[in-house]
């Protein structure tokens, strides 16, 4: 069973910076895809990136592109999400998801491919 839990979450201005950490409660994250994704209210949960951690391979939705970046720390079994230039649309709660242990990301954006999950944390971005 893997544990995660979100942090870094809160309130910023339009074009601001948060950086989100996803921490990992087992022996290593290696061999596996961890994803971030975000559900604004009334809307569905949306992938916003992903990283498979061995290798480092990263994939990003196209409304973050060039904005978020995913990044891994193996050693702490910790997975991060810098979001800079935020705009109001990237209001959401924004979850921290695993897969089992994996070859690939194949597939990332899909919520249904990850079987754990952190509780979230709030991110609102005003204008």
């Known amino acids: 069973q893997v544990q995660l839990v979100e942090s870094g979450g809160g309130s910023v201005q339009a074009g601001g910076s948060l950086r989100l950490s996803c921490t990992a409660s087992?022996?290593?994250?290696?061999?596996?895809?961890m994803g971030w994704f975000r559900q604004a209210p009334g809307k569905e949960r949306e992938g916003v990136a992903a990283?498979?951690?061995?290798?480092?391979?990263?994939y990003y939705a196209d409304s973050v592109k060039g904005r978020f970046t995913i990044s891994q720390d193996n050693a702490k079994k910790m997975v991060y999400l810098q979001m800079n230039s935020l705009k109001p649309e990237d209001t959401a709660i924004y979850y921290c998801?695993?897969?089992?242990?994996?070859?690939?990301?194949?597939?990332?954006?899909?919520?249904?491919?990850?079987?754990?999950w952190g509780p979230g944390t709030q991110v609102t971005v005003s204008s």
């Open positions: 998801a695993a897969r089992r242990s994996a070859l690939s990301c194949g597939e990332w954006y899909k919520a249904e491919n990850y079987n754990y």
């Open positions: 990283i498979y951690t061995s290798g480092g391979s990263t």
């Open positions: 087992v022996s290593t994250i290696s061999y596996r895809c």
